[in-house]
Structures are given as structure tokens and as C-alpha cells.
T-cell receptor, first 113, second 114 residues
């Protein structure tokens, strides 16, 4: 069965600094991988997804993630943090067609002025 | 295009009662899934409906049930409420194949069980 581990329930970075949110997955087949963001009192919004095309995936708001099969990782990065990036981020995995999506526990990103 | 809507947004119930939550997907979307979000357990998958059929189910007791109507609107029911059912319940819709499609989430229904 597939699973997702997000390292760090809270991450703090200074405004303008690099954002790195870690996600490791487990899957018995080539996975579909997603990053979602949740702002306070809102539902989740897709940032980006990997579906076996390019290993470097670019998403909205300047975020990108790299699929590394050898490391079973799908870390999310952004070169320069902005105050508006403060939110909770979820990594998710699916084993494909008609399969359920499993979410990680989430990482809350804090941006320091 | 209107997004996913959920009603009600907030709900207070007492133990032993039952509750029904409603979700209207984006027009044209045939898949609706439900999640329970709590601080301790995070986002947990409840079930997914596609064309009125339950296609996937998470590990929740039978007190949690759902259905989907011919217009793709979905309802979720929780019977005999327990304190631990207090959570944010999120609904998400997608066009088709659940596992690889982008899911669009509603704002959620926050349920408080007293």
C-alpha cells in the first residue's frame, strides 16, 4: 500500500529565503504525486502534480518539485519565500487510475519577516 | 465556473445525534470524494463516489456513509455521533479517474460534537 511521510510538521524560513518542504513516498508501482496548499479556513488547492512526465514539475506561485525515484522523494521548493506563502502544505500519493489518494500529515510553513 | 460548494459550513451537534453534509461538485465533474481533517490524524480519506457508485472507501466505521445523486451532488451521513467525530470535513471533485486527476476542494464543513 502507498504511504507518504512529510518531514517536519513545522518549518520556518525568513522572507526571501529558500523554501524546502520534504516528502518521501512509498509505492509499489510508479506513483502519481501531488502537492496541495491549505490557507486558514479554506479547502486545499493543488500546487503541482507529477504524472510520470518530466521529473521536475513546475507549479503555481513559483513552487516546483523534483521526482527522485532512487530516493523515493518529491520535495517542494521555492527560491524566495514570500509572506503570502505561510500556509499548510500537503504531499499526496496515488497509485494511479481509480486508486485513492493518500495525504501526508502536512507541514505548516511559517515565514519570518 | 463555480467551485465546489459545501453546506452547511459550520455545525454543532451533540453525541448520539446524526448529521448529513452536502457537497456540490464543479459542473461536469463526476467524481466526489470526502475527507476528514483533524489536528491529530491529518487528512484521512473517507470514500469516493463516481457516477453514483462508491468506488473507494477508507478505514472508517459503518457510521460513516455517503451517496451520490444523478447530478453528481453528494451527501455524507454520520450516525450516532461521537466526540471524536469533531473535525473539518472536506469534499473534493474531479472530472474522472480519481487517482491521477486534480482534485478541487470545497471550503469544508466544520463539525463540532458536544
Amino acid at each position: 500500500a502507498q504511504s507518504v511521510t512529510q518531514l517536519g510538521s513545522h518549518v520556518s524560513v525568513s522572507e526571501g529565503a529558500l523554501v524546502l518542504l520534504r516528502c518521501n513516498y512509498s509505492s509499489s508501482v510508479p506513483p502519481y504525486l501531488f502537492w496541495y496548499v491549505q490557507y486558514p479556513n479554506q479547502g486545499l488547492q493543488l500546487l503541482l502534480k507529477y504524472t510520470s512526465a518530466a521529473t521536475l514539475v513546475k507549479g503555481i506561485n513559483g513552487f516546483e518539485a523534483e521526482f527522485k525515484k532512487s530516493e523515493t522523494s518529491f520535495h517542494l521548493t521555492k527560491p524566495s519565500a514570500h509572506m503570502s506563502d505561510a500556509a499548510e502544505y500537503f504531499c499526496a500519493v496515488s497509485e494511479g487510475r481509480d486508486d485513492k489518494i493518500i495525504f501526508g500529515k502536512g507541514t505548516r510553513l511559517h515565514i519570518l519577516p | 465556473k463555480a467551485g465546489v460548494t459545501q453546506t452547511p459550513r459550520y455545525l454543532i451537534k451533540t453525541r448520539g445525534q446524526q448529521v448529513t453534509l452536502s457537497c456540490s461538485p464543479i459542473s461536469g465533474h463526476r467524481s466526489v470524494s470526502w475527507y476528514q481533517q483533524t489536528p491529530g490524524q491529518g487528512l484521512q480519506f473517507l470514500f469516493e463516489y463516481f457516477s453514483e457508485t462508491q468506488r473507494n472507501k477508507g478505514n472508517f466505521p459503518g457510521r460513516f456513509s455517503g451517496r451520490q445523486f444523478s447530478n453528481s451532488r453528494s451527501e455524507m451521513n454520520v450516525s450516532t455521533l461521537e466526540l471524536g467525530d469533531s473535525a473539518l470535513y472536506l469534499c473534493a471533485s474531479s472530472r474522472g479517474s480519481f487517482g491521477r486527476e486534480t482534485q478541487y476542494f470545497g471550503p469544508g464543513t466544520r463539525l463540532l460534537v458536544l
